[in-house]
């Protein structure tokens, strides 16, 4: 059973940066793709982006230019540096992983960002 523990989250204001962070346990290898959604009130959860085990990475419009996303593999952890915050990105992060490319999601339990105006 692959278990997911995010971290990172937090209060910023309009323009500024937080850095998540999501690793992944009880999993032996690369895990296939690990990533981000997020979920806004009111909302439907909605990817943020996404990236291999090879470093390709895959980004949503709302967040590409501001948003980098990275991984250690040997560690299965994955990172989300998000630059430049709108109040629009204020939403819970979930982190997930597929360990083989067939495979379901797993979820983290959500960490919260707010962006004060």
């Known amino acids: 059973q692959v278990q997911l523990v995010e971290s990172g989250g937090g209060l910023v204001q309009t323009g500024g940066s937080l850095r998540l962070s999501c690793t992944a346990s009880?999993?032996?290898?690369?895990?296939?793709?690990m990533g981000w959604y997020r979920q806004a009130p009111g909302k439907e959860r909605e990817l943020v982006a996404s990236i291999l085990s090879g470093s390709i990475s895959n980004y949503s419009d709302a967040v590409k230019g501001r948003f980098s996303i990275s991984r250690v593999n040997a560690r299965n952890t994955v990172y989300l540096q998000m630059n430049n915050l709108e109040p629009e990105d204020t939403a819970v992060y979930y982190c997930?992983?597929?360990?083989?490319?067939?495979?379901?999601?797993?979820w983290g339990q959500g960490t919260q960002v707010t962006v004060s105006s």
């Open positions: 009880g999993w032996i290898g690369s895990i296939y793709v």
């Open positions: 997930y992983a597929r360990p083989r490319k067939p495979d379901p999601h797993y």
